[in-house]
């Protein structure tokens, strides 16, 4: 049973022109899709989904953290298709805090479409779940996502040094964190 309540699944959030749902088996070939990407998962704490094996265990383990409510992971639908996934991981109700991840496939990179869907996320730590703080990490070289999660707010708190070994390399992480009083929607 899901410890903040949320019954048998997270529930639908909705972004600016477009969904976050909870995932289904249906969504394999669209994660895999996704996810098989060395370019997407090169700063992420994800190996490539390179089998349909692979890709059902994620999904497994995506369904385990939501009932241990450790970690949320929604699908960003756009017009009828999953383009990408938003995080919540990491859930810590003691300390009020969880970790802040986001993803989009290849294709749908610079188009503006995660600062339309992450928005909702971070509404519901602070609303529902009641949280206090977002953290997130974010290697130094992903541009890209450092420039998201600055332009909604989030506050540059240090650098981890040579914290991760992932895909062949060593990485470092900078760390940022967002607080609920800080929250104002971009
Ligand atoms: C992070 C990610 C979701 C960003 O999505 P995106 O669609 O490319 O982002 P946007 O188009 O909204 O761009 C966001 C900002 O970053 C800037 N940006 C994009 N690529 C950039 C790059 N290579 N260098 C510098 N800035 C960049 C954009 O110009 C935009 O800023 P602006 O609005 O001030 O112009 C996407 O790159 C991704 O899925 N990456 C792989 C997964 C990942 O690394 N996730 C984060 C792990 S913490």
């Known amino acids: 049973m899901n410890p903040d309540e949320l019954g048998a699944r997270l529930p639908s959030l909705e972004?600016?022109?477009?969904?976050?749902?909870?995932?289904?088996?249906?969504?394999?070939?669209?994660?895999?899709?996704?996810?098989?990407?060395?370019?997407?998962?090169?700063y992420m704490a994800t190996e490539p989904l390179d089998t349909r094996a692979a890709s059902e265990c994620y999904l497994q383990s995506i369904r385990e953290g939501f009932l241990e409510g450790s970690l949320y992971q929604w699908g960003i639908e756009r017009a009828g298709q999953i383009v990408g996934t938003c995080t919540l991981a990491a859930i810590d109700r003691d300390n009020r805090c969880a970790e802040i991840g986001f993803a989009l496939g290849r294709q749908h990179w610079g188009r503006g479409l995660v600062l339309r869907a992450v928005p909702a996320v971070i509404d519901f730590a602070f609303g529902r779940l009641k949280l206090h703080r977002l953290g997130a990490d974010v290697d130094p070289r992903n541009s890209a996502s450092i420039r998201v999660l600055e332009k909604l707010g989030f506050q540059r708190e240090g650098l981890r040094r040579e914290c991760y070994f992932h895909l062949?390399?060593?990485?470092?992480?900078?760390?940022?964190?967002?607080?609920?009083?800080?929250?104002c929607r971009p």
Request: avoid cysteine; charged fraction near 30%; glycine fraction near 12%.
């Open 15 to 42: 972004g600016e022109g477009l969904q976050l749902r909870w995932l289904i088996g249906r969504d394999l070939p669209a994660l895999e899709s996704i996810f098989s990407d060395r370019d997407v998962v090169r």
């Open 168 to 183: 062949g390399e060593i990485q470092d992480a900078l760390l940022f964190g967002l607080l609920q009083r800080d929250w």
